[in-house]
């Protein structure tokens, strides 16, 4: 049996860590220490608690590892990576934000675009919505979409990477700004300003993407905004949460990404270079 790690016990780690557990996977979920985690469904009463060990003494030889910490703490996890891979082991960043990939010295590395939404508080995750994974297509992904396809977990391989890359990067450049901004959930954008302010970054975004030779359709703003819509009231994002508990931001990796491209290119984005500034501030 393949055997699964994943580093990082947050909302994305820990949905991933339970989805795996309950199809009777070999999964070891690894943090700083020793710990346990709760995890539960919105809206459900069920708990499941689940053991966190500490990567710094492992020596747990994995498979397929999930890195699901931030991309503010991947630098610390890196002198510990090899502690629980050999030559072959698969490695997936499911992150939010792009750009971090060449920091894993590792042949058979990539970088997911994750769905799964979910929130941390304390010692308890809670999960919102979604399961997927989406990956280049190439023969280790493929064997970890067969390692895993009995699974709550749906990893996508496919041909159009780059375009749904930008595409998620587009997604959380609108609602993760919002919500960091304004600190609060997404029930702040049945506001009509703030619901156009939105839009005009997805907007922007899309002029990015295009300036990199990544084309959506016209109605990529209105369908991403009825994507937000169907989000519970109180669901915040990574970002959100992040300014709400005064920790450091993934703004490089989310806004500052698109930013720099954007200069790249001598494209006039008014919002999106206000916004990045205002979020530098945090």
């Not at 016990?9 to 820990?14: E, I, L, R, S, Y």
């Not at 702040?188 to 002029?207: D, H, P, R």
Request: include cysteine; aromatic fraction near 10%.
């Amino acid at each position: 049996m393949k055997k699964f790690g994943i580093i990082g016990p947050g909302a994305v780690g820990t949905s991933i860590a339970y989805a795996l557990q309950t199809s009777n996977l070999d999964v070891t979920l690894f943090g700083r220490e020793n710990d346990t985690i709760d995890f539960h469904e919105f809206n459900q009463t069920n708990v499941t608690t689940m053991k966190v060990h500490r990567l710094k003494s492992s020596s747990n030889k994995v498979d397929f590892l999930f890195i699901s910490v931030k991309t503010t703490q991947l630098d610390a996890i890196l002198p510990y990576i090899n502690n629980v891979i050999h030559d072959d082991t698969v490695i997936i960043l499911t992150q939010n934000g792009y750009g971090q990939i060449d920091k894993i010295q590792h042949p058979l590395t990539y970088q997911a675009v994750v769905y799964i939404s979910g929130q941390k508080d304390n010692h308890t995750v809670t999960h919102f919505r979604d399961w997927t994974l989406k990956l280049p297509i190439n023969e280790h992904t493929r064997l970890l979409q067969d390692a895993t396809k009995n699974s709550m977990i749906n990893v996508e391989c496919i041909e159009d990477y780059d375009k749904q890359v930008w595409y998620k990067l587009i997604v959380n450049l609108g609602i993760n700004t919002i919500t960091a901004i304004t600190q609060k959930p997404a029930v702040v954008l049945q506001s009509e300003g703030i619901s156009e302010l939105c839009y005009n970054l997805l907007a922007e975004g899309k002029m990015v993407a295009l300036a990199e030779g990544i084309q959506f359709e016209d109605n990529l703003e209105e369908s991403i905004m009825q994507i937000y819509k169907g989000y519970p009231d109180e669901m915040g994002t990574s970002m959100y949460y992040d300014t709400m508990n005064h920790r450091p931001l993934e703004l490089e990796y989310i806004q500052g990404y698109i930013y720099q491209i954007s200069k790249k290119h001598h494209l006039n984005t008014p919002l999106l270079d206000s916004t990045y500034t205002i979020l530098n501030t945090y």
